[in-house]
Antibody, heavy 121, light 107 residues
Framework: QIQLQQSGPGLVKPSQTLSLTCAIS??????????WNWIRQSPSRGLEWLGRTYYRSKWYTDYAVSISSRITIYPDTSKNQFSLQLNSVTPDDTAMYYC???????????WGRGTLVTVSS | EIVLTQSPGTLSLSPGERATLSCRASQSVGGSYLAWYQQKPGQAPRLLIYGASNRATGIPDRFSASESGTDFTLTISRLEAEDFAVYYC????????FGGGTKVEIK
């Protein structure tokens, strides 16, 4: 059964870096047909796609323009997982963060269970 | 950037009734790159429809969807108790964008 297992702290201080990891079982992060995404959800922003990483003979990353200056998404092939780093967080980054898979840069067909991240001192 | 506007914000219906949800795109989505999701409290979104009108695996046939230009519609033919939830549309391809959601609540 294909699953995405999220991990990472639920509380981050303002100005620090938010770091989350999504471990993949039943698929591979270096699949030539999948892309691995981070999405967040908050009452103020709704559902917001943050970015993705994917392998097509080499590694690619795409980021939402609104957040591109602060975000890094990267794979770890040795652990079959991918990670999110979001720098210089503010309380506005408080949200439920989801990892998700898409096939061929298409719809999200598999989601992690979500991690609630609160930015507060 | 394509903006997706969902309406109504809330739909109050009784079990057995028909639900019609709208998602309007600010410009052509292109290639029917639109999906619908259902989300219940405390859960991740669940894929219902992709390619504007194709039901995902395991989705009952009371869920159907259609497109007409930049207007997309999700229809639930006869609401069952488990269908009361929030529904989102998603435009994928390029930089994915979600609509603001429609809550289907029990009247």
């Amino acid at each position: 059964q294909i699953q995405l297992q999220q991990s990472g702290p639920g509380l981050v201080k303002p100005s620090q870096t938010l770091s989350l990891t999504c471990a993949i079982s039943g698929d591979t992060v270096s699949s030539n047909s999948a892309a691995w995404n981070w999405i967040r959800q908050s009452p103020s922003r709704g559902l917001e796609w943050l970015g993705r990483t994917y392998y097509r003979s080499k590694w690619y990353t795409d980021y939402a323009v609104s957040i591109s200056s602060r975000i890094t998404i990267y794979p770890d092939t040795s652990k079959n997982q991918f990670s999110l780093q979001l720098n210089s967080v503010t309380p506005d980054d408080t949200a439920m963060y989801y990892c998700a898979r898409d096939r061929w840069l298409s719809h999200f067909d598999l989601w992690g269970r979500g991690t609630l991240v609160t930015v507060s001192s | 950037e394509i903006v997706l506007t969902q309406s109504p914000g809330t739909l109050s219906l009784s079990p057995g009734e028909r639900a019609t949800l709208s998602c309007r795109a600010s410009q052509s989505v292109g290639g029917s790159y639109l999906a619908w999701y259902q989300q219940k409290p405390g859960q991740a979104p669940r894929l219902l429809i992709y390619g504007a009108s194709n039901r995902a695996t395991g989705i009952p046939d009371r869920f159907s969807a259609s497109e007409s230009g930049t207007d997309f519609t999700l229809t639930i033919s006869r609401l069952e108790a488990e269908d009361f939830a929030v529904y989102y549309c998603l435009r994928y391809g390029g930089s994915p964008t979600f609509g603001g959601g429609t809550k289907v609540e029990i009247k």
